[in-house]
Nanobody, 119 residues
């Protein structure tokens, strides 16, 4: 089992910045992917940014150029720097990890942290 604890959410004005952090504990030694997802009210959860242990990153088109994900696969922490936030960025943001286990991949989710973009 992997436990994930997020921090850094809050209220920010449009155009502002926030930095989300997530720390993993438990059976973390084989984590290969760390990511951030978000779920806005009335919408499905969607991927925001992903980083792999090989250093590859991928972003949702809606956040490219504004958000930066960084993952430390030695400390098993992942951060999401969010700049130029827009009102549509209001959502609960979830930390996510994936690790191989035999022939399967095991996913873990954090409890979520609220980000509200409003003036």
């Amino acid at each position: 089992q992997v436990q994930l604890v997020e921090s850094g959410g809050g209220l920010v004005q449009p155009g502002g910045s926030l930095r989300l952090s997530c720390a993993a504990s438990g059976r973390i030694s084989s984590i290969s992917t760390m990511a951030w997802y978000r779920q806005a009210p009335g919408k499905e959860r969607e991927p925001v940014a992903i980083v792999t242990s090989g250093g590859n990153t991928n972003y949702a088109d809606s956040v490219k150029g504004r958000f930066t994900i960084s993952g430390d696969f030695a400390k098993y922490t992942v951060h999401l720097q969010m700049n130029s936030l827009k009102r549509e960025g209001t959502a609960v943001y979830y930390c996510y990890t994936r690790r191989p286990s035999g022939s399967a991949c095991l996913s873990s989710w954090g409890q979520g942290t609220q980000v509200t973009v409003s003036s």
